[in-house]
């Protein structure tokens, strides 16, 4: 079973900007999308962005413009580039591997919090 650690999350100030990594315990070139998701207090979780094997690349319409997904050379790392943080980004965020329709994987999560 494929393993996925998150890391990047922390503190940071309004305008900040973080980059979380996603590690993949073996390669994803054979998963259809990565995502990374986040989830807020009292919230729903939600699509961030996410990346098709082909390229394609999805986001959320609160993080366009802010936010890039991006894939490592290895292709056993996704990366999500935040920039231009606001406090209602704040959240656990999670990466996702999805091998098919009805199968994924998930990360633990790893906290973001935007301090205003």
């Known amino acids: 079973q494929v393993q996925l650690v998150e890391s990047g999350g922390g503190l940071v100030q309004t305008g900040g900007s973080l980059r979380l990594s996603c590690a993949a315990s073996?390669?994803?070139?054979?998963?259809?999308?990565m995502g990374w998701y986040r989830q807020g207090p009292g919230e729903q979780r939600e699509l961030v962005a996410s990346?098709?094997?082909?390229?394609?690349?999805t986001y959320a319409e609160s993080v366009k413009g802010r936010f890039t997904i991006s894939r490592g050379n290895a292709k056993n790392a996704v990366f999500l580039q935040m920039n231009s943080l606001k406090p209602e980004d704040t959240a656990v965020y999670y990466c996702?591997?999805?091998?098919?329709?009805?199968?994924?994987?998930w990360g633990r999560g790893t906290q973001v919090t935007v301090s205003s």
């Open positions: 996702r591997a999805t091998w098919a329709p009805q199968s994924h994987s």
């Open positions: 073996t390669t994803t070139l054979s998963a259809n999308a």
């Open positions: 990346l098709t094997n082909g390229g394609m690349t």
